[in-house]
């Protein structure tokens, strides 16, 4: 069985594989990057995602949720505005935590911590290819019946148990939501005390 380092981590695969990659990704002046996906919803169009499949960076194949790197000095939400803007020209509203995935790319030696937050869409929203050079186009596609080749943080909220919330759930005013008041993110329930 997997040591309890192993599933902490997230590695799959053995220890030694792994010290070798973090080995030679220093060598290499490697460090952990902070990317962040969205899981985009749609009115009326419940249990569905937008994704695409990459191309021209790393995980190339694999589908992906819009999404890209935090910038220096960017909340969560405002990163997760502009990188949907950017990548599909949707407006989103408000965008609100998901979820965090803990991301390590043996085969790329990369590792990734990613935040995952979730927006709602307009029911008339269609999405296009803005950046035609890092994806193929994107797609509606449930929740529960992803395709097959998954870029890793994708993969692995999927994996997790991570419910999939309604897009009316979103924006009912009692929806947990994160706090930072302290630059520390914690989910808030309106009803906690």
């Known amino acids: 069985p997997a040591s309890l380092r192993d599933r902490a981590l997230g590695v799959r695969g053995s220890m030694a594989s792994a010290d070798k990659m973090w080995e030679e990704a220093t060598r290499k002046g490697g460090n952990v990057r902070v990317g962040l996906g969205v899981l985009i919803l749609q009115k009326g169009n419940p249990g569905k995602i937008l994704i695409s499949k990459r191309k021209g960076s790393h995980g190339v194949g694999k589908h992906q949720l819009p999404g890209g790197h935090l910038e220096l000095g960017e909340s969560w939400e405002s990163c997760a505005i502009r990188e949907v803007k950017e990548e599909t020209g949707i407006d989103l509203k408000r965008a609100y935590f998901a979820g965090v995935t803990n991301d390590i790319m ?12 979730v927006g709602v869409c307009e029911a008339d929203a269609v999405p296009i290819n803005a950046e035609p050079e890092k994806c193929d186009g994107w797609f509606w596609v449930d929740w529960n019946k992803l395709p097959d080749g998954r870029f890793a943080s994708l993969s692995n909220l999927n994996a997790s148990p991570f419910v999939l ?23 808030v329930k309106k009803d906690a005390e």
Do not use: N
Request: negative net charge; proline residues 11%; glycine residues 2%.
């Open 165 to 187: 919330p309604l897009p009316e759930d979103i924006e009912r005013e009692d929806y947990p939501s994160v706090s930072f008041p302290t630059g520390c993110a914690y989910v």
């Open 106 to 117: 043996e085969d790329e030696q990369k590792h990734y911590v990613d935040i995952i937050m």
